[in-house]
């Protein structure tokens, strides 16, 4: 008897949870539901979603109590039909209990959820903290009841989204390196990549296309310099097209070493023209040259001169390069006869006589 009563409360609280008199029928029922749940929805609460949550769960399990009883007593009905004649309806009527609520797609609650199937069922994906304690998710109407509790492989092998606010995600950039010679970054150069990806169209089509970029190297420019090209990657469902990040990289040049905005230049002298003084012809980036003499000066091993001016350009300041450093090697001979050792060894310890 207690139960009985307590199951009878428990009804008329459905009822009032769902904004329905004890006579509503089974569409009614479902349409009630359909505009409670849109309505209590926590992602439309958001300044109240505490609230919201428990009127959501609250409203899912009346729903699923009262639809089950009707559907029940629906079944009872069928059943004492069967022994009586049946009716024949017209063409143009129809039971009003057609009218249940069939949903079988998110997009009632979700204006921005994109590129789900529309296969995917409302009720058979809604994740499990949605339920009331104890009991199991609500089914569409007409769905056996052995198929209300969805298995925890079919909610991970369909995911549905309910956020309003839910947009594309934007995946990792992709990092390519854009090769230069010294002279390309000296002089500043146009280069041309061309890139094939997948384009989503607006009718939700994936075609190939393929497109020119186009990077204007600026002179000065150095190693890791990163130049960004936005959403110029494949596009997927669901994701936006991922951007394209090219990285400067420097050649490597067969008499050049860039150190900042310097150029280091090697330049190896013989040993009698280190000591007698020499005049010498050195190349310059670009292909020119230029002559350098030391007829006052002797050149030794670790001996650098800096030539103003003719290193790299200097990116933030127009019109200034930097230095062009020359460092020597000293030639030496291998072989010495004893007469040539002991003229070495006299002009040396004639100039240390002196000095000293």
């Not at 009527?93 to 789900?116: C, F, G, N, V, W």
């Not at 594309?168 to 500043?188: D, M, V």
């Not at 020499?278 to 001169?305: A, H, N, Q």
Request: charged letters at 30%; a neutral charge; hydrophobic letters at 30%.
């Amino acid at each position: 008897m207690g139960e009985s009563t307590k199951s009878s409360m428990s009804t008329s609280k459905n009822y009032g949870i769902l904004e329905i008199s004890k006579s509503a029928s089974l569409a009614d029922i479902c349409k009630s539901y359909k505009n409670l749940v849109k309505k209590w929805h926590p992602d439309r609460n958001r300044s109240n979603q505490a609230e919201a949550l428990e009127k959501f769960r609250s409203i899912n399990e009346a729903y699923r109590v009262l639809s089950k009883n009707k559907r029940e007593e629906v079944d009872l009905l069928n059943n004492d039909a069967e022994k009586t004649p049946k009716k024949i309806l017209k063409p143009q009527e129809k039971d009003e209990d057609d009218d249940e609520l069939q949903i079988s797609s998110p997009t009632l609650l979700s204006r921005t959820t994109s590129r789900i199937s529309p296969s995917v069922d409302f009720y058979t994906s809604m994740p499990s903290f949605l339920s009331m304690s104890g009991a199991s998710t609500p089914t569409t109407p007409r769905t056996p009841i052995s198929d209300q509790t969805p298995s925890f492989s079919k909610i991970a092998s369909k995911p549905i989204i309910f956020s309003q606010s839910t947009s594309r995600r934007k995946p990792q950039p992709i990092e390519k390196k854009l090769e230069c010679t010294l002279e390309e970054l000296c002089n500043g150069c146009v280069k041309k990549v061309t890139i094939t990806r997948d384009f989503i169209e607006t009718k939700g089509l994936i075609i190939k296309e393929e497109e020119v970029l186009t990077i204007k190297v600026k002179p000065g420019w150095k190693r890791g310099t990163k130049i960004l090209f936005e959403g110029k990657r494949e596009e997927r469902p669901g994701t936006h097209g991922s951007d394209i990040i090219f990285s400067i990289d420097e050649k490597k040049h067969s008499f050049f070493k860039r150190e900042g905005d310097d150029l280091v230049l090697g330049v190896e002298v013989p040993l009698v023209q280190a000591l007698t003084g020499c005049t010498i012809t050195i190349p310059l980036l670009g292909g020119d040259e230029m002559t350098v003499s030391f007829d006052d000066k002797i050149i030794y091993p670790g001996y650098e001169k800096i030539i103003p001016g003719q290193g790299m350009p200097k990116p933030k300041q127009e019109n200034i390069r930097g230095d062009l450093v020359l460092q020597f090697l000293i030639e030496f001979p291998i072989y010495l006869s004893e007469d040539q050792r002991f003229q070495v060894v006299s002009i040396l310890e004639d100039h240390i006589t002196l000095e000293y």
